[in-house]
């Protein structure tokens, strides 16, 4: 297996350009999920998905856009790229809990770091 | 501010030595955390769980002390190895937020030969 996967691993945009950054997993995860890091601060939840066909925003949406056509790809769409976009964008999986348990490991991909001019 | 928060940004031991990376949170709704270990360049690798029934876990190596009085979370490596070297993130999920986590902001691990 290969896990999960991001592409690219580095990209130079200039403001108001548009791109998307693409993850996949080979697990068969319903729970899929993109973060950012920026420097000396922890992962903020950008959007999430529990299955294909459905997404929810998570703590930082703002200028991000995701959707969830297939159980392995749920790829993230920048419209216009602003300075503040600058980070490591990290992509996440993970199976649904079991009945009554709480929470399952997230598997997190290599990053995609990102630099808006 | 954030819900999730690390006494100290950096931590230096010798190789060999016990390592202590602490962990504050606010949210006593909280009832799964986690440590994660992020090596340069690399994404955040799992380390060890504990869910808000239990106050300490074990792995190889590494220990996991819960504290719900106090809100703190620690995290111990034993014998800690110059592999070791990394950022270390705490992070929380709040009962019924879908499997969101919040994240503490890191703590940089130095293994000193």
């Known amino acids: 297996n290969a896990g999960v996967t991001q592409t690219p691993k580095f990209q130079v945009l200039k403001t ?3 791109m998307t950054l693409q993850c996949a997993q080979d697990m068969n995860h319903e729970y899929m999920s993109w973060y950012r890091q920026d420097p000396g601060m922890g992962l903020r939840l950008i959007h999430y998905s529990v299955g294909a066909g459905i ?3 998570g ?3 703002n200028g991000y856009n995701v959707s969830r056509s297939t159980t392995e790809d749920f790829p993230l769409r920048l419209l216009s790229a602003a300075p503040s976009q600058t980070s490591v964008y990290f992509c996440a ?3 649904t809990p079991p009945q009554g348990a709480v929470y399952n490991e997230q598997f997190f991909g290599p990053g995609t770091r990102l630099t808006v001019l | 501010g954030e819900s999730v928060g690390l006494h100290l940004p950096t931590l230096s031991v010798q190789e060999g030595d016990n390592s202590i990376i602490n962990c504050a949170y606010s949210n ?8 994660y270990k992020q090596e340069s360049g690399k994404g955040p690798q799992f380390i060890i769980d504990i869910r808000s029934n239990m106050d300490k876990r074990q792995g190889q190596r590494v220990t996991v002390l819960l504290n719900k009085t106090v809100k703190h979370l620690s995290l111990q490596i034993a014998a800690t190895q110059p ?4 950022v270390y993130f705490c992070a929380e999920n709040i009962k019924g937020s879908a499997r969101q986590l919040t994240f503490g902001s890191g703590t940089q691990l130095t293994v000193l030969p």
């Open chain 1, 59 to 61: 703590e930082v949406p």
């Open chain 1, 55 to 57: 997404t929810d925003q």
């Open chain 1, 93 to 95: 999986s993970s199976f």
């Open chain 2, 28 to 35: 006593s709704a909280s009832d799964y955390f986690i440590w």
């Open chain 2, 83 to 86: 592999g070791d070297s990394a």
């Open chain 1, 16 to 18: 108001g350009q548009s």
